[in-house]
Structures are given as C-alpha cells and as structure tokens.
Antibody, heavy 123, light 107 residues
C-alpha cells in the first residue's frame, strides 16, 4: 500500500523558515517524481513544487509564488521528500500535501496524496 | 499559465440523481486533465486522469469526458459518500493548475 506521511508543520512568525518532511512507503521511491501542493484555509488547491526522480536528473520546478524561497529535495535512501520554506509570509499559511506522481513522459499528475501538515504563518 | 474554470461553484443534487460538473481551460490542455474528489478534513483523491480514465478503485458511476478546453465529470447516480468538493487539474504544462472547485451538496 502506497503511503505518504507529512510532518513538520508548525506556527511560525513571518520571515522565518520551516522544513517539511514527507516519509513514504509502499512503492519504489527512486522511480517516482514527487510534488508539494498546498491549500489555504477554506480555499482551493495550489501546486507548489515538483521534483523528478534522479533517473531523470532530479529536476525541480516551482510555482512563481514560492520561486526563490522554497526548495524541494529528496533523500532516496530514506524515502523522504522535503520542502524547505524560507522567508515565510502570511500568504503561505496552508495545509501542505505531498504527492506521488504518475508520469507518462513529461505529463505528470498526482496519483497518491498524504494527509497534509498545517503551516501557520503569524506574528 | 493555463487557467481552469469550474462551474457551477455549488451543485445541489438529491441522492440517486445525476450530477454533471464542468471544467474549462483558458487554452487547450489536450487530454491532460484530471479530476479529484476532496471530503472535509481529507486529502484529495484521484478520480479520473487522461480526461476519461478512471483511477484504480473508482466506481464506474464516475465518468469523465472532453478534450482541448472543455471537460465534464459525470456522476451517474449520487451516493451519500459522493457529496464532496471536486477539482479539475490540467497537467499539460507546468505550472499545473487546478480549478476553484465545485461543491456537490445534498438538495
């Protein structure tokens, strides 16, 4: 069974940093691209970041709203994907979900999702 | 970025009735369109990918259609567990983008 479990969400002050982790099981981690998607309270879904497997170079992409502030990374030995979030602001308040992609070439969609971890940015 | 627009925002349907949800893309996304279901306090769940292919374990009362810019999710006979919010997502070009959601509620 594919499982993704996020952790690291917390209440942080604006301008501070936070690192989220997503621990996985039930699939061959090294074969898959992964993403982070967030959902502000009462709002819709917003894609945040993407990372391919190292088989495809470990390529990363980011939403414009987080480019330069957030960094996605992965540790294949530990089966964990991370989201380093710097210079947080109140608009980053959201539930953050990690997801495993299913890809056909360039085209990738989120097939499995974790339950999410809440990040609250407030003074 | 490709903007996805869903309609209606809220759909009131009686159990056993048919529900039809729409999703429109600002530019063609070919058939690179997915539908997700989200219940309160839960993560999204993949229903449909490739515009019309049901994901594993999804009941056949869920069906998707369309290509290019106009897509439809149909729930043929609503069950109590189907009342939820539904999102479409294009993955034709990153940034992948989601519609704002359609809430299916009990009439």
């Amino acid at each position: 069974e594919v499982q993704l479990v996020e952790s690291g969400g917390d209440l942080v002050q604006p301008g501070r940093s936070l690192r989220l982790s997503c621990t996985t099981s039930g699939f061959n981690f090294g074969d898959y691209a992964l993403s982070w998607v967030r959902q502000a309270p009462g709002k819709g879904l917003e894609w945040v970041a993407f990372m391919t497997s190292f088989l495809y170079g470990g390529t990363t992409e980011y939403a414009a709203s987080v480019q330069g502030r957030f960094t996605i990374s992965r540790d294949d030995a530990k089966r964990i994907v991370y989201l380093q979030m710097d210079s947080l602001n109140t608009e980053d308040t959201a539930i953050y979900y990690c997801a495993r992609y299913r890809c056909t070439g360039y085209y990738c969609y989120e097939e499995y999702w974790g339950q999410g971890t809440l990040v609250t940015v407030s003074s | 970025e490709k903007v996805m627009t869903q309609s209606p925002a809220t759909l009131s349907v009686s159990p056993g009735e048919r529900a039809t949800l729409s999703c429109r893309a600002s530019q063609s996304v070919s058939s690179h369109l997915a539908w997700y279901q989200q219940k309160p306090g839960q993560a999204p769940r993949l229903l449909i990918y490739g515009a019309s292919t049901r994901a594993a374990g999804i009941p056949d009362r869920f069906s998707g259609s369309g290509s290019g810019t106009d897509f439809t999710l149909t729930i043929s006979s609503l069950q109590s567990e189907d009342f939820a919010v539904y999102y479409c997502q294009q993955y034709n070009k990153r940034p992948e983008t989601f519609g704002q959601g359609t809430k299916v509620e009990v009439k």
